[in-house]
């Protein structure tokens, strides 16, 4: 679509035509292409919030062992914790996200890797690696992508095969017996068939001693084994097919809980933390292992002016975790307990056994002229075998069904040559069935949600839009406490309504990109997450309303040739908004309540922000580099995030909120210029701060905190 330029006079033009017409000719930014709307699209050309990942940005995050949860406050608005270590990521986008714990919850924040949904939450986990580029769609996402993307969606894309012989291999060495290795290779292997296959070896030895019974380096430590491949398949020039496989095997650590490492009053750590020392009785020191297998097809057919495309995948995901869920040793009951009160043992098992298959038709224009289209049919279905084990109750199995079927459209028109009108609708029907010993439960519900776009483009190198999004999250059964005799809760469908308003630009012919949006949104029987408290229960809730604003703004600047940086800054507002929903407060009366209570002891939680939604996200890379010679180069990248106030649960208490929180990293290396060969000295979380990701309230004053700071070595080389 070809762009009209809009002649507009203003002082922030103006300096940029003047710094234009006196710098040199430098180097521009590469143009960034997106899928977000499930086909590629310049990021100037999409009417929607869009943040990406690639290159050194994201690789350096997973230099010294971390997971997916790498990527919190790497994009404005995102922000990333678990509870169960490198599974079960909890997912959050301005805000919105579930702070369950359990390997049934559901989350308003989609996982896409490789164009198939990742519904549950040990399929969110699949580590990351040979990753072409990483895409935030912050904003419901109700028409392409359907139910339980009322925050957003965070999608990756692997590298495909190639015609070209190339190849991969990088090797991070590092403390505290950290070990990467990354590898790939691919080509074409006949006239019609190309493939690519790609490995992952993670390792870390443990370091955490067990003070209580002696051991030393009994915990922290894990090994994390992946392969994916493809295989593409284009006979001719209207067809291709590409089959995908993917397979995880981790052993390692569950998350490392600490009791009472917070003094009554106070969210800073006390002297009952420890870094490398923990005192537990039971857990067996906290083992974890899953496996994860998975596969998936994409057919691409064109026929002229439309093509059909076909999408079917398979996963299967099995695993437990066992932990030493009080942090301590010992109990009141008993002759001796620490550190601080514990009130009683409690170590737990959970596994999940997870099986899910999908299927997406979709008919799509190729026409390219003023009205692009597309139309489809989406199949989910999904089973969920969930064992838990508790400190004194037998196990229990509940299993959790759930298939969802949908119909979407999504067009945009071109009204002018500059004013573009895009829209969709999608209608769902989705079905969850429960069963467990001496319980069944089922719900239901169908839904028409959709978005609406105007977008204006001012000139070849800036958009302006305004869009308003609908989404629902599908209704859930949560089941965890029917371990403990209670009957499983149910939370109704929750909808949302958000209003967008975006900017996105480039300046100073191609060397500066910037993405603005800003943000309100209202959440109608928003479903929330009671976790622990007295009852050590978990129960869904629905408050009336939520609502959110805020906004956010991402900077890509290449200053010369050898220095860049990025800027991304997030602000999100948010607010219960229902004047009758209590919940349960913290256990033992270890915590400083900070909101009323009524007669039974609940907390009036109307008012205070969502659970674990950080008002502010910043995030900072600098990239500078020096020429050494024709063919090589000296370089420094540094990349910074932070995390403002955060509230960790629903209820406010004095001990269970952080704020301040921050992490940087560090590179330094010589490579040669076109990246076939580099050496670098790298360092993560280089501050060695010590930021609580989460805490546990039934039983004391527990907490879970980062990574440490870890130095090494990085080799890479490509060909």
Not at 184 to 200: E, F, P, S, Y
Not at 370 to 383: E, H, I, P, T
Not at 424 to 438: I, N
Request: proline content about 4%; charged content about 20%.
């Amino acid at each position: 679509m070809k762009r009209i330029t809009v002649p507009r006079l203003t002082l922030a033009t103006a300096l940029v035509a003047a710094t234009t017409a006196t710098a040199p000719a430098l180097a521009q930014l590469e143009e960034i292409i997106v899928t977000a709307q499930k086909r590629e699209q310049s990021l100037l050309d999409v009417p929607l919030s869009v943040a990406t990942l690639s290159g050194e940005r994201f690789s350096a995050l997973f230099e010294g062992g971390a997971d997916i949860r790498g990527l919190s406050a790497r994009v404005p608005g995102l922000y990333v914790e678990s509870s169960n270590g490198r599974v079960a990521p909890r997912f959050y986008i301005r805000g919105l996200g579930n702070i369950d714990f359990d390997l049934a919850a559901s989350q308003p924040v989609s996982i896409i890797m490789d164009e198939v949904v990742k519904e549950n939450v040990v399929l969110k986990s699949f580590p990351l690696f040979d990753v072409e580029q990483v895409e935030v769609l912050r904003g419901p996402q109700g028409s392409l992508f359907g139910r339980n993307t009322t925050a957003g969606i965070v999608k990756f894309d692997s590298r495909k095969p190639t015609r070209e012989l190339e190849g991969r291999a990088k090797v991070d060495i590092g403390e505290l017996d950290t070990l990467n290795f990354e590898g790939a290779v691919g080509g074409g292997l006949t006239d019609t068939v190309a493939g690519r296959i790609a490995v992952l070896y993670q390792s870390r030895g443990d370091w955490i001693d067990n003070a209580f019974s002696g051991e030393n380096n009994a915990l922290g430590g894990f090994t994390e084994k992946a392969v994916k491949g493809f295989l593409l398949f284009e006979p001719n020039d209207r067809m291709s097919a590409l089959l995908g496989a993917h397979h995880r095997d981790l052993d390692g650590t569950a998350a490392v809980f600490r009791a009472n490492i917070f003094n009554t009053g106070s969210n800073k750590l006390n002297d009952n933390y420890i870094r490398d020392t923990v005192f537990f009785d039971e857990g067996d020191n906290n083992p974890q292992k899953y496996r994860n297998t998975g596969v998936n097809l994409k057919v691409e057919y064109d026929v002229d002016s439309v093509t059909l495309t076909s999408i079917t995948a398979g996963e299967d995901a099995r695993g437990r975790s066992l932990g030493d869920i009080d942090g301590g040793f010992g109990a009141a009951f008993l002759p001796f307990m620490g550190p601080g009160f514990i009130p009683f043992p409690s170590q737990t098992q959970d596994s999940a056994d997870v099986q899910q298959f999908t299927q997406e038709f979709r008919l799509s224009s190729n026409s390219g002229a003023r009205l692009n289209w597309q139309a489809g049919l989406f199949y989910f279905d999904s089973d969920l075998d969930v064992e838990t084990s508790p400190f004194f109750v037998p196990p229990t199995t509940v299993t959790h069904e759930n298939t969802s079927v949908a119909v979407f459209g999504q067009a945009d028109y071109a009204l002018t040559e500059a004013w573009t009108l895009t829209a969709g609708l999608r209608w769902t029907d989705d079905e969850k069935d429960f069963f467990a010993p001496g319980f069944q439960e089922s719900v239901s519900d169908d839904q028409v949600s959709g978005d609406l776009a105007l977008s204006f483009a001012a000139s070849d190198t800036s958009l302006y839009w305004a869009r308003v999004g609908t989404g629902f999250r599908a209704p859930t059964i949560q089941g965890r406490d029917v371990a403990f005799g209670a009957a499983p809760s149910i939370a109704d469908s929750e909808t949302i309504t958000s209003f967008e308003l975006g900017y996105k630009a480039e300046f100073l012919e191609g060397r500066m990109r910037l993405n603005a949006a800003l943000f309100y949104y209202e959440v109608d029987d928003i479903q929330f997450t009671a976790v622990g408290g007295v009852d050590n229960s978990i129960q869904l809730v629905n408050a009336e309303q939520g609502n959110g604003q805020g906004g956010e703004l991402d900077i890509e600047w290449a200053i010369t040739d050898n220095f860049a940086v990025t800027v991304g800054a997030g602000y999100a507002d948010t607010e219960i908004e229902d004047r009758s929903l209590r919940v349960g407060p913290c256990g033992s009366g270890a915590c400083t309540i900070r909101n009323p209570v009524d007669g039974d002891g609940l907390v009036f939680v109307d008012g205070n922000p969502f659970p674990q939604a950080p008002e502010t996200t910043f995030n900072f890379t600098a990239s500078w580099t020096v020429p050494v010679g024709r063919e090589s180069e000296l370089f420094a990248f540094t990349d910074w995030s932070y995390q403002g106030d955060t509230q960790l649960l629903l209820y406010d208490a004095a001990e269970f909120v952080t704020d301040g929180q921050f992490e940087g990293g560090l590179r330094l290396g010589w490579r040669l210029r076109d990246g076939s060969h580099e050496v670098a000295l790298f360092g993560r979380n280089i501050t060695d701060e010590e930021n609580v990701q989460g805490a546990i309230d039934f039983n004391n004053l527990t907490g879970f905190t980062n990574e440490p700071r870890v130095w090494g070595l990085s080799l890479s080389s490509t060909f």
